[in-house]
């Protein structure tokens, strides 16, 4: 199987990725965002408008150093996906101000208030289980608790915190419900999921689902695109849970590069986002609109209303992201 997430509409193939032209009719878009998000959104987006879109999938770490290196003499117009609040506050000077024009429809914690970022939908995070392996076991996993079952240790799949932006996710997420950011018990019990890590971290976040659904993990700490994309995409051998402590869902955003020279098209982008159309796009796909007229339609996403939801202080993680992700390095260093 094929892991990649099945677009609500059909849409075209991707465009060319090669040489970049910057002239009407284009648009240069960097993006860590998952297949279903690019086709789904981008790539009709691109359709509809008769625009030319250039494609650079990359991380979000790599993303942003590449427009910091490029800052004068930029060569993308849109980072899609992978901007939050501490993107905001750490590279301010790589993106410019836009407001879409139907930025005012959306929930008050959801509007563009920076002044840069255009939320277009929410991610959460969850643990996704093989369960074969579960079964194997003899476990039931359904909490964070959980994890520290003596039988999971070496079997739990973690990317690192200080470069994955869903592991960073996953961090924020367990101190919260663990205690709080600073409480002594939560880094208690982050230090106890370390050990069960055995040493190992996967490559990235998508090594992260590709490992649990591969069957080389038992459980992953994950998040919600990628792990109900394997669902609607046929998986037998895996489910998707939602900690019994609470789980984390934030806005994904994108912005405008600054000194884009699309300019006009990079404002329709954003307008595009946040517009019914895209948000009717968006509730068929395995996220979550931003916009609550329309509901989620994709049968793989559990309702809201079974799961316990939690809600993080992005302004202050956004603001200790760094002495938060050495406080995690300086505990795997000392522990492995």
């Known amino acids: 199987m094929k892991i990649r997430n099945r677009a609500a509409l059909a849409v075209v193939a991707l465009f060319a990725m090669g040489s970049?032209?910057?002239?009407?009719?284009?648009?240069?878009?960097?993006s860590p965002n998952s297949d279903g998000e690019i086709q789904g959104i981008l790539t009709y987006f691109g359709d509809k408008n008769n625009i030319k879109v250039s494609l650079q999938s990359m991380g979000t770490g790599p993303a942003l150093s590449k427009l910091n290196a490029e800052k004068a003499n930029p060569q993308s117009d849109v980072m899609f996906g992978g901007v939050n609040m501490g993107v905001y506050l750490t590279n301010l000077d790589i993106f410019q101000k836009y407001v879409a024009k139907n930025n005012a429809s959306l929930p008050a914690g959801y509007q563009n208030t920076t002044g840069f970022f255009t939320n277009y939908l929410l991610?959460?995070?969850?643990?996704?289980?093989?369960?074969?392996?579960?079964?194997q076991l003899g476990l039931t996993i359904t909490s964070y608790d959980d994890l520290l079952n003596p039988a999971l240790k070496g079997k739990i799949a973690s990317a690192n915190p200080a470069?994955?932006?869903?592991?960073?996710a996953q961090l924020c997420n367990i101190l919260l419900?663990?205690?709080?950011?600073?409480?002594?018990?939560?880094?208690?019990?982050v230090e106890?999921?370390?050990?069960?890590?055995?040493?190992?971290?996967?490559?990235?976040?998508s090594a992260v689902y590709k490992g649990v659904y591969a069957g080389e993990y038992v459980v992953g700490l994950t998040y919600e695109d990628p792990s109900v994309a394997l669902l609607a995409d046929g998986a037998k051998n895996v489910r998707v849970v939602y900690p019994k402590e609470g789980a984390v869902w934030l806005p994904a955003a994108s912005a405008i590069v600054a000194g884009a020279k699309n300019l006009d098209n990079a404002r329709?982008?954003?307008?595009?986002?946040?517009?019914?159309?895209?948000?009717?796009?968006?509730?068929?796909?395995?996220?979550?609109?931003?916009?609550?007229?329309f509901p989620n339609s994709n049968p793989n996403l559990q309702p809201m209303s079974s799961i316990?939801?939690?809600?993080?202080?992005?302004?202050?993680?956004?603001?200790?992201?760094?002495?938060?992700?050495?406080?995690?390095?300086?505990?795997?260093?000392?522990?492995?």
Not at 123 to 135: A, C, F, Q, R, Y
């Open 268 to 293: 329709l982008f954003m307008d595009f986002l946040v517009s019914d159309e895209c948000q009717k796009i968006v509730a068929g796909l395995t996220n979550r609109t931003v916009n609550p007229k």
């Open 177 to 189: 419900v663990k205690g709080g950011y600073e409480s002594p018990q939560a880094w208690t019990y």
């Open 20 to 30: 970049m032209a910057f002239a009407a009719g284009n648009l240069i878009v960097y």
């Open 308 to 336: 316990k939801v939690a809600y993080e202080d992005i302004a202050y993680t956004s603001a200790h992201k760094k002495e938060m992700q050495k406080k995690w390095s300086d505990l795997w260093a000392k522990l492995n």
């Open 123 to 135: 991610s959460g995070s969850n643990l996704l289980v093989n369960t074969d392996l579960e079964k």
């Open 192 to 205: 106890s999921l370390i050990k069960q890590l055995s040493g190992k971290l996967t490559s990235g976040s």
């Open 163 to 168: 470069d994955s932006s869903s592991a960073w």
